[in-house]
């Protein structure tokens, strides 16, 4: 079998990396799987296992990977990523309630799940191009290694006649173009206008080509705007000084075209990923902040929040509420109408609470099982307790059928609520505590 194309034995490689992950510490749960909750999780891990070896056999199928809308060569992967999320929403919910030593194992599958779901959404949403194509493959000539008409390039040189002759060459190859012959004037440019990259000559009159570097790398990192130096100079010292002082790469004059043409595709090409690859981490931080069931914020996001908020009222001076909310009897709910119904009204319960909050700065969040709590910065304890009855009145209004609760015949929850102003000396747990002696009192 020939060789796989680095870009698609790249893609295959961080496909395959969360889903090694998921796999590896879902086999990890089977293994430690205790004997008095084993007929209950056994076959929930197994069919996530299953869903999950299916979805790599996809991955490794010899056929060529697209990086783009590969939806032609794989239609079913949206399809397997949903059965993989659905098991593992219905394994997490009944881990919370019969096996909770396992929840660190689980944050680190869901984190896993949600690294391949940005992955594959990522890949699937570029403009296609089948690396298997001879026609429209990706390039092995490292001079096509980028798409140069996406490519917006600066280049700055005190001749005329050197900036013309580039800026005809490099247009020819599709680049955007935009030339300066002093420091001075493409500072400004950079003020004004957005560049995938800069050719930049080192020895020029006035502000020198070091000089100019120095203000780019002031305001530029290297992965945001690559910076190409040109020079005469062949010594090594200049090179060194170039790459040194924070250049990307160097072109030495004159100019070998081939060359200079493929090293310019690299650079605007890795600051492409790379502007991907921040995109797709911050897609990923801000799934791994969000429960896999009901879609509000999780116990990681809450422990967070509430750090965050404390220490700000700790400066400010200002209250802190905190109401926790227990769905009653839930554990009989599970049992008389089984766990999807469960996960259901659960749901349901999440949107209720979420949706009683009016201020961008509150947060709603599942707390634990069939917990959730609220986070209420900068408020009194008689605004939270209009709050608290706004909450549970909203859940009251769902009507949602209980039919072995001892209080009424639907879901009802109860709330404990409870204000703090931190101080040096104490720590949200007080706050926690507080609120949990009120939920106690409550279901009393």
């Not at 050197?162 to 420091?183: A, V, W």
């Not at 809450?302 to 209250?319: K, N, V």
């Not at 304890?381 to 209980?402: F, G, I, K, N, W």
Request: aromatic share 6%; with cysteine.
């Amino acid at each position: 079998m020939a060789d796989l194309h680095p870009c698609d034995a790249s893609i295959r490689h961080d496909l395959r990396t969360p889903l090694n992950h998921l796999i590896g510490y879902t086999e990890m749960l089977q293994e430690d799987l205790p004997t008095v909750c084993g007929k209950v999780l056994a076959t929930p891990l197994q069919t996530l296992l299953d869903d999950a070896h299916q979805m790599l056999t996809t991955i490794n199928r010899p056929t060529p990977l697209t990086v783009g809308r590969f939806d032609a060569l794989f239609p079913d992967w949206r399809g397997k990523m949903a059965l993989i999320e659905a098991d593992f929403n219905h394994l997490n919910a009944l881990i919370q309630d019969h096996w909770q030593s396992a929840c660190p194992d689980i944050e680190k599958i869901h984190t896993a799940i949600g690294h391949l779901r940005v992955l594959l959404e990522t890949l699937s949403a570029k403009p296609a191009i089948d690396l298997g194509d001879a026609a429209t493959a990706l390039p092995r000539d490292p001079t096509e290694a980028a798409t140069p008409a996406e490519g917006h390039l600066l280049v700055i040189d005190d001749r005329a006649e050197n900036l013309e002759l580039m800026q005809r060459r490099l247009m020819r190859e599709g680049y955007r173009i935009t030339t300066c012959n002093s420091g001075y004037e493409a500072l400004a440019r950079l003020e004004s206008d957005n560049f995938d990259g800069i050719l930049l000559d080192w020895l020029m009159p006035g502000m020198t080509g070091k000089e100019v570097l120095g203000k780019i790398r002031s305001k530029f990192s290297a992965h945001e705007l690559p910076v190409i130096v040109v020079t005469a100079r062949h010594g090594s010292d200049t090179i060194v000084e170039a790459l040194t002082c924070g250049a990307n790469d160097y072109l030495a004059k004159p100019l070998d075209f081939p060359v200079a043409l493929a090293r310019i595709a690299t650079q605007v090409y890795l600051r492409k990923v790379t502007q991907q690859l921040a995109e797709a981490n911050r897609q990923l931080k801000q799934f791994s902040y969000i429960d896999g069931l009901t879609a509000i914020a999780n116990r990681r996001k809450f422990d967070e929040y509430l750090m965050t908020t404390w220490r700000r009222s700790q400066q400010e001076g200002a209250p802190v509420s905190l109401i926790l909310i227990d769905v009653d009897y839930f554990k009989r709910y599970n049992d008389s109408l089984g766990h999807e119904a469960g996960d259901h009204a659960l749901m349901k319960v999440a949107k209720a609470v979420s949706a009683s909050l009016f201020r961008v700065k509150d947060l709603a969040a599942r707390y634990g099982g069939e917990e959730f709590a609220v986070i209420l910065p900068e408020t009194a304890l008689s605004d939270a307790l209009s709050v608290a009855e706004r909450v549970r009145a909203t859940v009251a209004a769902l009507e949602l059928p209980h039919p072995a609760s001892s209080v009424l015949p639907v879901v009802t929850i109860s709330l404990g609520v409870a204000e703090w102003r931190p101080t040096a000396f104490c720590e949200p747990s007080a706050l926690i505590n507080l609120a949990d002696k009120g939920l106690y009192q409550a279901k009393a």
